[in-house]
T-cell receptor, first 117, second 113 residues
Framework: AQSVAQPEDQVNVAEGNPLTVKCTYS??????LFWYVQYPNRGLQFLLK????DNLVKGSYGFEAEFNKSQTSFHLKKPSALVSDSALYFC???????????????WGLGTSLAVNP | DAGVIQSPRHEVTEMGQEVTLRCKPI?????LFWYRQTMMRGLELLIY????????DSGMPEDRFSAKMPNASFSTLKIQPSEPRDSAVYFC???????????FGPGTRLLVL
């Protein structure tokens, strides 16, 4: 079965320190990978995606993620965390398969990031 | 663009009542998704439409749930009868065929007493 794992329910970092939110996946085929962020009482917002090309992708708010095919990972990173980065982060994957209009994303359970002042 | 619009933002109802949630996707988007978010199960895809046609409803929990998309600018998710375990935040999202990014609405927080 295809799945996405976010092994940490919560990540705590001090403001100014680098942060990493982990994501691994188990799918057949070449995946499209995504990170979304959810602030309290808001809908999810797109951060970044990997479709093809350079394994390091840059997104909104200074976030970046590296696609590692051998480790089936897509960890989210930021060099210097801000208190305002505190939110719930979701990893998701889609496997485009042949023709058709399948747009179903497989979602991780989310990781709560707390950045302490 | 106003983004994805959902109404109501909050709904409190009693068990057994009918609940209707509404969604207006971003103009020009041809995919629409309904999600449910709970602490226990995280984010679940309930159903999605392409050009107003349901493509995958395998996530709809049971017959009490139904969704329609009568035109490109409106969709409803109905729960009849509602039960306390339906309490959750329901999100609608939309995207275009040439995009991969899903754009989420603000959600409807449903509480069934």
């Amino acid at each position: 079965a295809q799945s996405v794992a976010q092994p940490e329910d919560q990540v705590n970092v001090a403001e100014g320190n680098p942060l990493t939110v982990k994501c691994t996946y188990s799918v057949s085929g070449n995946p499209y990978l995504f990170w979304y962020v959810q602030y309290p009482n808001r809908g999810l917002q797109f951060l970044l995606k990997y479709i093809t090309g350079d394994n390091l992708v840059k997104g909104s708010y200074g976030f970046e993620a590296e696609f590692n095919k051998s480790q089936t990972s897509f960890h989210l990173k930021k060099p210097s965390a801000l208190v305002s980065d505190s939110a719930l982060y979701f990893c998701a994957v889609r496997v485009p398969a042949g023709a058709g209009n399948n747009r179903k994303l497989i979602w991780g359970l989310g990781t709560s990031l707390a950045v302490n002042p | 663009d106003a983004g994805v619009i959902q109404s109501p933002r909050h709904e409190v109802t009693e068990m057994g009542q009918e609940v209707t949630l509404r969604c207006k996707p971003i103009s020009g988007h041809d995919y629409l998704f309904w999600y449910r978010q709970t602490m226990m199960r995280g984010l679940e895809l309930l159903i999605y439409f392409n050009n107003n046609v349901p493509i995958d409803d395998s996530g709809m929990p049971e017959d009490r749930f139904s969704a329609k998309m009568p035109n490109a600018s409106f969709s409803t998710l109905k729960i009849q009868p509602s039960e306390p375990r339906d309490s959750a935040v329901y999100f609608c999202a939309s995207t275009q065929v040439y995009q991969e990014t899903q754009y989420f609405g603000p959600g409807t927080r449903l509480l069934v007493l």
